[in-house]
């Protein structure tokens, strides 16, 4: 990563254009996916613990970030397992397979994609998230979708993303928004995930059974997702383990992003 931050790329999504931020780096490329609402900017602490270890490559998901919004609301898994594989044969990743993270819906998608094309990935990280879920894709809690300043914006983020450092957490609340001419700040995201996630929908237990690579699950340690399930996820494989980041919510690499990389690090560095 250089000074000026990730390099840019844009791929073609079949009429939706797809932005791919390129942390660079030497090391083992690193496809690392976001969670719903979020983008490719979450993983920009991760990237910084990483450098001259790994090579980050994070896209944003349509209607995430600075990729484009899909007109007729085209946002199931199956729809972000399509755009990876696009962006896989777009953007060169060098010689190697890359390794696979994914945070909450990241790592859904990255379940799909690997069940379906084993050998895309040699390893899969999968951030916080279960496979299946209770509530439905309209029970989504409030949340507001502009602020009259950016000071309002990060005081809000500040509430589910308490660990976050002061420097990450206001990177983070600044690239995850966009000012409009009004002069409000508006979240960079479809305003389709205010009442809908597509990903409630999923339940990919069977799909993450059959998956042979090497898999860590990583979860926060105050985190709503339930360790009972990381545990049984974790029992699925033979060289599959559990390991908890302490004093982290859901949005680890935004909460510990040095933890989260010393786990990384560790893992894809092993045998």
């Known amino acids: 990563m250089s000074d000026g931050g990730p390099t840019s790329i844009f791929v073609d999504g079949a009429g939706v254009p797809l932005h791919v931020a390129d942390y660079g780096g030497s090391g083992p490329v690193i496809l690392a996916l976001h969670g719903v609402t979020g983008g490719g900017f979450l993983w920009s602490g991760v990237a910084r613990e990483l450098a001259g270890l790994a090579r980050i490559v994070a896209p944003d998901f349509r209607g995430h970030g600075r990729s484009g919004w899909s007109a007729d609301g085209a946002y199931g898994t199956a729809d972000h397992v399509a755009d990876v594989r696009r962006i896989l044969d777009q953007v060169d990743l060098g010689p190697e397979p890359p390794v696979i993270m994914g945070s909450s819906w990241g790592a859904l998608v990255a379940i799909r994609l690997l069940a379906t094309s084993p050998d895309i990935a040699r390893r899969l990280i999968i951030v916080d998230v279960e496979p299946s879920f209770d509530a439905a894709e309209t029970d989504v809690l409030p949340r507001p979708y502009r602020f009259a300043s950016l000071e309002e914006a990060l005081a809000w983020e ?92 859901h949005l680890v690499p935004l909460d510990q992003p040095r933890a989260l990389a010393k786990e990384v690090a560790q893992f894809i560095g092993g045998a």
């Open 158 to 249: 500040r509430h589910p993303n308490r660990h976050a450092s002061e420097t990450d957490l206001a990177s983070f609340t600044r690239a995850s928004l966009v000012e409009s001419q009004e002069g409000q700040w508006l979240r960079r995201h479809d305003p389709f995930f205010l009442t809908r996630w597509p990903f409630r929908n999923d339940n990919l237990w069977e799909e993450l059974g059959s998956l042979g690579q090497k898999v860590r699950i990583i979860r926060g340690s105050e985190s709503f997702v339930r360790r009972e399930v990381c545990l049984r996820m974790a029992a699925m494989g033979k060289e599959w383990d559990l390991s908890e980041i302490a004093a982290s919510g």
